[in-house]
C-alpha cells in the first residue's frame, strides 16, 4: 500500500511538470497548455487564417478561369493577358515591407480583416469593368491588396502555435492559398458559362465580407509566446522542483525571443529578462528597415528557403494561370471542362501534398528544410511528365502528382522559415518572403504567355519553368545543413 501510494505522489509531480499557465493573451486569464501541445490555444485561428487564404486566392483566380470569354469580349492577347498578373504581384511587392512591418508593431487581427474587406469591394470592381484598360487598373489594385494579409496572419501562426504544430498551422494556410487557385480556376470558368463571368465575380465577392468578419473573433496573442512554449516543449532539464508549484509562464518581452547570437537567454520561462544589448536592438521592430533586412538575411537558412519558395512560385503561378487554357487548347476541352479538370486535380494533388508532407515535417521536425527540397524535386519531376504526355488522363495524373510534391514542399519550407526567424520580427520576415515569392509567381504567367505567343505552343511554353525547378530543389538542400542552429538562434538555446 504504501508503495503504491508513493507512486500516486510521483505521477501527481509529474502531471503537474507537463501543465503550465501560459498569459497568451494580453488582458485576458492565463491558460492552462500542456507541454508538447501543438495547438495549445485551438485550431480556430489556423481555420480563421487559412479561410483568409483561400478567399484570396478564389477571388484572385476567378480571372484565370473566366480568361477566355474575357478574351473574347475585351479582345487582348495572350501577353496582355498574363500582364494582368504580373501588374498585380508587382503592385504587392511594393507594399509588402510596410506590411510587415505594421504586423510587427499593429493589432494583427485588425489588420487581415480590414484587408480581406478591400479584396470583396475590389472583387465587386472587377464585374464592372468595362474595358481592358479598366480590367487590368482594378486587378493590379486587387493584386497589391492581395498579399498583404500574409505577413500579419504568418505572424500570427507564429506566436498560436509552436514547433509540434506549426507545420500543420502553416500546412493549413498553405493548403488553402493552393486549394483556392484550382477552386478559383473552377468558379470562374463555371459562372461565366452559366451566369456570365461579371456576375461571378459579384457572387464571390459575399463569402470575402463574412471571412472579413470572422477574422474579428480570433484574439490578438502576445509576441513571442509561440517560441515560449517551444522552448519549454524541447527543455530536457527539470526547471523546478516536484514540490513546487508550475509558475505561470508571462509574456515574453522582445530582447527574450531574439535570434541574435549575443542575445541573453534563460532556460528558465518564468525568469526576468536582463535588458538587451545594442547587438539585439540593431533587430528590433523600432530599428530602421534597411537594419532589419539585414539582420534577416544574415539568416543563412533563410536565404535558402526563400530561393526555393520564389522559384517554386515562379512555377506554380505560371502553371495554375494557363492550366485551364492549356486543357481547352490541346484537348480540345470546353471552357468549363478545361478548368474542372485543371482545377479538379490541381484541388486533389495540393490537399493530398498539404496533409502528407505537414504530417512528415512534425514528426521529423529537424528535417523540414530536406523533405521540402524532395518533395519539390518530386513535384518537378511529375511536372516534366505533365508538360510531355499527350494523353489526357495520364497527363492529368502527372499533374495531380506534380501538385502533391510542391504542396509538401510549401508546407515544410514555411514552417521553416517560422522557425528561423525570431518572433518580433517574424512580420518582416514572412513580408520578405511574400515579396519575392509573388515576384516569382508574377513572371510565371507573364513569361509563359510570351513563350506561348513566341512558339504558337503552351506546351513548349510551360517547358521554361522546369529547370529553374531543379536549381531551386538543390537550393533549398543546401538549407538543411544550417537549419537547426538558426532555429536554434531564433529561440535563443543556440547557447
Given at each position: 500500500?504504501?508503495?503504491?501510494?508513493?507512486?500516486?505522489?510521483?505521477?501527481?509531480?509529474?502531471?503537474?511538470?507537463?501543465?503550465?499557465?501560459?498569459?497568451?493573451?494580453?488582458?485576458?486569464?492565463?491558460?492552462?497548455?500542456?507541454?508538447?501541445?501543438?495547438?495549445?490555444?485551438?485550431?480556430?485561428?489556423?481555420?480563421?487564417?487559412?479561410?483568409?487564404?483561400?478567399?484570396?486566392?478564389?477571388?484572385?483566380?476567378?480571372?484565370?478561369?473566366?480568361?477566355?470569354?474575357?478574351?473574347?469580349?475585351?479582345?487582348?492577347?495572350?501577353?496582355?493577358?498574363?500582364?494582368?498578373?504580373?501588374?498585380?504581384?508587382?503592385?504587392?511587392?511594393?507594399?509588402?515591407?510596410?506590411?510587415?512591418?505594421?504586423?510587427?508593431?499593429?493589432?494583427?487581427?485588425?489588420?487581415?480583416?480590414?484587408?480581406?474587406?478591400?479584396?470583396?469591394?475590389?472583387?465587386?470592381?472587377?464585374?464592372?469593368a468595362g474595358s481592358y484598360a479598366a480590367l487590368f487598373a482594378v486587378r493590379v489594385l486587387l493584386g497589391a491588396a492581395g498579399q498583404l494579409y500574409n505577413p500579419p496572419s504568418s505572424s500570427l501562426l507564429g506566436d498560436l502555435y509552436p514547433g509540434p504544430g506549426r507545420a500543420r498551422a502553416y500546412g493549413y494556410e498553405r493548403m488553402a492559398y493552393f486549394a483556392g487557385l484550382p477552386i478559383g480556376v473552377i468558379a470562374g470558368g463555371a459562372l461565366a458559362q452559366t451566369v456570365?463571368?461579371?456576375?461571378?465575380?459579384?457572387?464571390?465577392?459575399?463569402?470575402?465580407?463574412?471571412?472579413?468578419?470572422?477574422?474579428?473573433?480570433?484574439?490578438?496573442?502576445?509576441?513571442?509566446?509561440?517560441?515560449?512554449?517551444?522552448?519549454?516543449?524541447?527543455?530536457?532539464?527539470?526547471?523546478?522542483?516536484?514540490?513546487?508549484?508550475?509558475?505561470?509562464?508571462?509574456?515574453?518581452?522582445?530582447?527574450?525571443?531574439?535570434?541574435?547570437?549575443?542575445?541573453?537567454?534563460?532556460?528558465?520561462?518564468?525568469?526576468?529578462?536582463?535588458?538587451?544589448?545594442?547587438?539585439?536592438?540593431?533587430?528590433?521592430?523600432?530599428?530602421?528597415?534597411?537594419?532589419?533586412?539585414?539582420?534577416?538575411?544574415?539568416?543563412?537558412?533563410?536565404?535558402?528557403?526563400?530561393?526555393?519558395?520564389?522559384?517554386?512560385?515562379?512555377?506554380?503561378?505560371?502553371?495554375?494561370?494557363?492550366?485551364?487554357?492549356?486543357?481547352?487548347?490541346?484537348?480540345?476541352?470546353?471552357?468549363?471542362?478545361?478548368?474542372?479538370?485543371?482545377?479538379?486535380?490541381?484541388?486533389?494533388?495540393?490537399?493530398?501534398?498539404?496533409?502528407?508532407?505537414?504530417?512528415?515535417?512534425?514528426?521529423?521536425?529537424?528535417?523540414?528544410?530536406?523533405?521540402?527540397?524532395?518533395?519539390?524535386?518530386?513535384?518537378?519531376?511529375?511536372?516534366?511528365?505533365?508538360?510531355?504526355?499527350?494523353?489526357?488522363?495520364?497527363?492529368?495524373?502527372?499533374?495531380?502528382?506534380?501538385?502533391?510534391?510542391?504542396?509538401?514542399?510549401?508546407?515544410?519550407?514555411?514552417?521553416?522559415?517560422?522557425?528561423?526567424?525570431?518572433?518580433?520580427?517574424?512580420?518582416?520576415?514572412?513580408?520578405?518572403?511574400?515579396?519575392?515569392?509573388?515576384?516569382?509567381?508574377?513572371?510565371?504567367?507573364?513569361?509563359?504567355?510570351?513563350?506561348?505567343?513566341?512558339?504558337?505552343?503552351?506546351?513548349?511554353?510551360?517547358?521554361?519553368?522546369?529547370?529553374?525547378?531543379?536549381?531551386?530543389?538543390?537550393?533549398?538542400?543546401?538549407?538543411?545543413?544550417?537549419?537547426?542552429?538558426?532555429?536554434?538562434?531564433?529561440?535563443?538555446?543556440?547557447?
Amino acid at each position: 500500500m504504501i508503495g503504491r501510494a508513493r507512486r500516486t505522489i510521483v505521477n501527481l509531480d509529474d502531471e503537474s511538470e507537463q501543465i503550465r499557465q501560459v498569459t497568451a493573451y494580453p488582458g485576458h486569464p492565463p491558460v492552462s497548455v500542456r507541454r508538447g501541445a501543438g495547438a495549445p490555444f485551438g485550431w480556430w485561428p489556423a481555420i480563421c487564417i487559412a479561410l483568409v487564404a483561400a478567399i484570396d486566392r478564389v477571388e484572385y483566380n476567378l480571372l484565370a478561369g473566366a480568361l477566355p470569354t474575357i478574351q473574347r469580349e475585351f479582345g487582348f492577347s495572350d501577353s496582355e493577358g498574363g500582364a494582368i498578373a504580373t501588374a498585380g504581384a508587382i503592385a504587392a511587392i511594393i507594399l509588402l515591407l510596410p506590411a510587415g512591418k505594421l504586423a510587427d508593431t499593429g493589432k494583427r487581427t485588425w489588420t487581415v480583416s480590414a484587408i480581406v474587406a478591400v479584396w470583396a469591394l475590389l472583387t465587386i470592381g472587377t464585374g464592372l469593368a468595362g474595358s481592358y484598360a479598366a480590367l487590368f487598373a482594378v486587378r493590379v489594385l486587387l493584386g497589391a491588396a492581395g498579399q498583404l494579409y500574409n505577413p500579419p496572419s504568418s505572424s500570427l501562426l507564429g506566436d498560436l502555435y509552436p514547433g509540434p504544430g506549426r507545420a500543420r498551422a502553416y500546412g493549413y494556410e498553405r493548403m488553402a492559398y493552393f486549394a483556392g487557385l484550382p477552386i478559383g480556376v473552377i468558379a470562374g470558368g463555371a459562372l461565366a458559362q452559366t451566369v456570365g463571368w461579371r456576375t461571378g465575380f459579384f457572387l464571390v465577392a459575399v463569402p470575402g465580407i463574412i471571412i472579413a468578419a470572422l477574422v474579428l473573433t480570433v484574439r490578438e496573442p502576445a509576441r513571442g509566446v509561440g517560441d515560449q512554449l517551444s522552448r519549454w516543449y524541447t527543455d530536457s532539464s527539470t526547471e523546478q522542483s516536484s514540490s513546487a508549484p508550475a509558475a505561470p509562464i508571462p509574456s515574453p518581452p522582445a530582447a527574450a525571443i531574439s535570434s541574435d547570437p549575443a542575445a541573453p537567454t534563460s532556460s528558465d520561462p518564468a525568469a526576468p529578462t536582463p535588458s538587451p544589448p545594442a547587438a539585439t536592438t540593431s533587430s528590433a521592430p523600432t530599428a530602421p528597415m534597411r537594419i532589419q533586412l539585414a539582420a534577416l538575411l544574415r539568416i543563412r537558412t533563410l536565404r535558402s528557403v526563400i530561393t526555393g519558395l520564389s522559384i517554386l512560385f515562379f512555377g506554380l503561378g505560371g502553371l495554375f494561370f494557363w492550366m485551364p487554357s492549356f486543357y481547352a487548347r490541346v484537348f480540345a476541352l470546353p471552357e468549363a471542362s478545361a478548368a474542372a479538370i485543371g482545377g479538379g486535380t490541381g484541388l486533389v494533388g495540393i490537399v493530398a501534398g498539404i496533409l502528407t508532407g505537414s504530417w512528415l515535417g512534425d514528426r521529423h521536425h529537424g528535417h523540414r528544410v530536406a523533405i521540402g527540397g524532395w518533395s519539390l524535386l518530386f513535384g518537378t519531376a511529375f511536372l516534366a511528365g505533365a508538360v510531355s504526355v499527350p494523353v489526357l488522363a495520364p497527363q492529368a495524373i502527372c499533374f495531380t502528382l506534380a501538385n502533391v510534391g510542391f504542396a509538401a514542399a510549401i508546407a515544410n519550407l514555411t514552417a521553416a522559415n517560422a522557425d528561423v526567424v525570431a518572433a518580433h520580427r517574424r512580420g518582416l520576415g514572412f513580408a520578405v518572403l511574400q515579396m519575392l515569392v509573388t515576384l516569382g509567381g508574377a513572371l510565371g504567367p507573364w513569361l509563359i504567355g510570351l513563350a506561348s505567343d513566341a512558339s504558337g505552343s503552351l506546351r513548349w511554353a510551360y517547358t521554361v519553368v522546369l529547370l529553374p525547378l531543379v536549381i531551386g530543389s538543390l537550393i533549398v538542400f543546401r538549407g538543411q545543413r544550417t537549419y537547426r542552429q538558426d532555429a536554434a538562434a531564433a529561440l535563443g538555446t543556440d547557447r
